[in-house]
């Protein structure tokens, strides 16, 4: 990071450089070697130490945005930075410095190899700094950088996270309709909502009128996606949609039970997915919602109401067990195929049991 970061106050009086020390960060054991510590994250630009840079001791939990160099990476940088304004939340900007691997386990690294990851890293993050500040000058953005993976830093940081901003596909990427490896890691194991950023660019939103879009589905997953998107919705004075889908499977024939009225599946359907948006609307009264239940696959639905959406709100999983492990096929075809972000909330478990942040 640049000088400029380095000097600017931590939230406790101390300043990013104060957490970090060269002398306890390396040592040299021969011509252009260094032994380098255990991977972790650092907040100062000449180099990382074991710490974690500390935050302000109370208030919203950081948005949580991870950068590469590539241009997607900024777009999500873009976004994260509205969603923090919106959600009065800071800005916490992350670069993996992508050390390799075999070489990092053994601890030794030539000192040319970390010195250039090191530069890159800093320009990377000066330029998404740059990024965020730009138009949004009310969101504070702190940045930092990490020797270990892009996954392994995310999800560490998704433990006391609000959210966690990622692009479809970084450096490398040749398909923009797939995604990455760190995106799906990220999205399945996540211990905070995970908002995956594709075809957004700055200021393409009409927040009044482009509706965030939520699949229900009865599960806890879905309950919590319900959450998200409500509140989501409120903060943009957005209206929601809520997409239920529905079988015509007839009951009937596999439970013949003489004398059993069956309801009528659509019926059903509909007063099921009323039942479960009555606790949000009494929470969010000025939230304009538009109750969509259909007859088709719930992913081929959710893609149909993703056109012209700002923002599509889903579980992560399915239920219960194994289950709650994995990334959900709905989940990940829609974050594979629709054309705006989004946001993949975890089950009830594995969100982190914090909502602000803890005193230091």
């Known amino acids: 990071m640049s000088n400029a970061s380095t000097s600017e106050p931590t939230g406790d009086g101390r300043r990013w450089s104060d957490l970090s020390s060269p002398k306890q960060r390396t040592k040299v054991l021969g011509p252009g070697v260094v032994v380098l510590p255990r991977p972790s994250l650092c907040g100062a630009s000449d180099g990382c130490s074991t710490p974690r840079p500390r935050r302000k001791s109370m208030g919203p939990l950081p948005t949580i945005v991870g950068v590469d160099?590539?241009?997607?990476?900024?777009?999500?940088?873009?976004?994260?930075?509205?969603?923090?304004?919106?959600?009065?939340?800071?800005?916490?900007?992350?670069?993996?410095?992508?050390?390799?691997?075999?070489?990092t386990g053994l601890g030794v690294l030539p000192d040319t190899v970390v010195h250039q990851a090191r530069s890159e890293t800093d320009r990377i993050l000066d330029e998404a700094r740059e990024t965020a500040t730009r138009g949004t000058a009310t969101v504070t953005v702190d940045t930092v950088s990490s020797e270990a993976s892009a996954v392994s830093t995310l999800l560490e940081l998704s433990e006391t996270a609000r959210m966690v901003v990622i692009a479809t596909r970084g450096l490398g990427g040749t398909e923009q309709r797939s995604l990455g490896s760190i995106g799906f890691a990220v999205t399945t194991h996540a211990r905070c909502p995970v908002t995956v950023v594709r075809g957004w660019t700055d200021g393409s939103i009409?927040?009044?009128?482009?509706?965030?879009?939520?699949g229900v589905d009865g599960t806890k997953a879905s309950a919590a996606a319900m959450t998200s998107a409500f509140?989501?919705?409120?903060?943009?004075?957005?209206?929601?949609?809520?997409?239920?889908?529905?079988?015509?499977?007839?009951?009937?024939?596999?439970?013949?039970?003489?004398?059993?009225?069956?309801?009528?599946?659509?019926?059903?359907?509909?007063?099921?997915?009323?039942?479960?948006?009555?606790?949000?609307?009494?929470?969010?009264?000025?939230?304009?919602?538009?109750?969509?239940?259909?007859?088709?696959?719930p992913v081929q639905a959710l893609l149909d109401h993703a056109q012209g959406a700002q923002l599509v709100v889903i579980g992560s999983h399915g239920r219960g067990g194994y289950a709650e492990m994995m990334l959900g096929s709905t989940s990940r075809s829609v974050l594979t195929r629709a054309h705006c972000?989004?946001?993949?909330?975890?089950?009830?478990?594995?969100?982190?049991?914090?909502?602000?942040?803890?005193?230091?």
């Open 69 to 103: 160099g590539s241009a997607a990476a900024l777009d999500a940088v873009r976004w994260a930075a509205l969603d923090a304004r919106l959600h009065l939340s800071d800005l916490l900007v992350v670069s993996a410095m992508s050390l390799p691997e075999v070489l």
């Open 206 to 214: 009409d927040h009044a009128s482009q509706p965030v879009v939520v």
């Open 231 to 297: 509140e989501e919705a409120d903060v943009r004075s957005a209206p929601l949609t809520a997409v239920h889908s529905w079988s015509d499977t007839d009951l009937s024939i596999g439970f013949p039970i003489r004398g059993m009225e069956w309801p009528d599946n659509r019926r059903a359907a509909a007063d099921h997915l009323a039942r479960l948006l009555e606790p949000h609307t009494r929470l969010h009264p000025t939230v304009s919602v538009r109750s969509v239940v259909v007859k088709d696959k």
């Open 341 to 360: 972000p989004v946001t993949v909330v975890p089950s009830p478990g594995r969100l982190a049991a914090v909502t602000h942040r803890p005193s230091m």
